[in-house]
């Protein structure tokens, strides 16, 4: 008898060991003369050196396709269980960027969603205009999300202007994370559909993904990252001009924002516009206008992104 154990790091113990542990007891049925045990964070094998070589082989597999799809079912784990028979095709278009932490398949579900898609992988520098509900924001984290897990870079950077909505939300208590996460909850809402929990705590204590207000990024070179500059319409010329100089090697940059809700002082020029305005003629920066057709939120939010913009056009002539 020999004994083997394998760390479960950075991914969730329970979606991948199924309900009542059914996906481990499955692997434990296959081999009845061995013997499975999920204990903590580490699954041990006993048994005869045949079979812990070929469970040993499975899990890892089956590690594999968690991080891969971020899924486990029953069925998955009795295709790989089954000797020379394939594990279950998963979608491989190049539509989809990344499966999401529930299975699901997240990818571009406009044309100018496909657009900012194929600009990103074009450029190294894409501003994504447009207004809300049209998945700017989670398009761009999806693929720097999918930058990250092929390694095409160390490490994500998002980041936002800390600008008040029109709304003054007086002095927020607690350390700098609480007082800043009000304003990054629409980066965390997407994180969390593409990342499980554990590996996401994981990937923020080690600096890997790194969320944090615009005003930190001054004086830093940042390489082999990937960028995302969120809310841009709410910068000042001298900050995202800030921005776009922190730019290092092997990194990209996407530049996400909506002119049409601007929450600057009435007197203070939006950073975004001059600098649409200033780098249109700059070769290899990429730009898309997303519309009310790519709003993928509710059906009622198109009428009312169209109503507004009939408004803005009558007030001004």
Request: aromatic share 6%; hydrophobic share 40%.
């Amino acid at each position: 008898m020999v004994e083997k154990t394998i760390q479960i790091e950075n991914i969730s113990l329970t979606e991948f060991l199924g309900v009542q542990n059914q996906n481990i007891k499955a692997v434990a049925t296959a081999f009845p003369t061995s013997k499975i045990i999920s204990r903590g964070s580490a699954i041990h094998i006993k048994g005869n050196p045949t079979d812990v070589i070929k469970i040993n082989q499975v899990i890892l597999k089956l590690i594999d396709h968690f991080n891969e799809f971020g899924l486990l079912s029953a069925d998955t784990v009795k295709h790989y269980l089954n000797e020379g028979e394939l594990a279950p095709k998963m979608p491989s278009s190049e539509e989809v960027l990344i499966y999401g932490t529930r299975g699901n398949l997240i990818k571009a579900k406009t044309i100018n969603q496909q657009k900012l898609v194929n600009l990103c992988k074009e450029n190294d520098l894409v501003f994504a205009i447009g207004p809300a509900g049209t998945g700017k924001t989670y398009i761009s984290v999806a693929l720097a999300v999918k930058a990250l897990k092929n390694k095409e870079v160390k490490k994500i950077i998002i980041t936002r202007p800390a600008v008040e909505a029109g709304e003054n939300l007086g002095f927020l208590p607690g350390d700098l994370r609480e007082k800043i996460d009000p304003y990054l909850r629409p980066v965390y809402d997407a994180l969390d559909d593409m990342v499980p929990a554990e590996k996401l705590k994981y990937y923020e204590e080690n600096r890997i993904i790194e969320i944090a207000p615009l005003a930190y990024m001054r004086g830093r070179t940042l390489n082999n990252a990937f960028i995302l500059l969120d809310e841009a319409q709410n910068t000042t010329p001298m900050q995202i001009k800030m921005f776009l100089t922190r730019m290092g090697p092997n990194s990209k940059v996407i530049v996400t924002g909506d002119t049409t809700q601007i929450d600057l002082p009435e007197n203070q020029k939006s950073g975004l516009i001059e600098a649409i305005d200033i780098l249109q003629a700059i070769k290899d920066i990429g730009f898309i206008q997303l519309s009310g057709h790519d709003v993928i939120r509710h059906r009622i939010v198109k009428d009312i992104i169209t109503a507004y913009d009939k408004s803005d056009r009558k007030k001004n002539g």
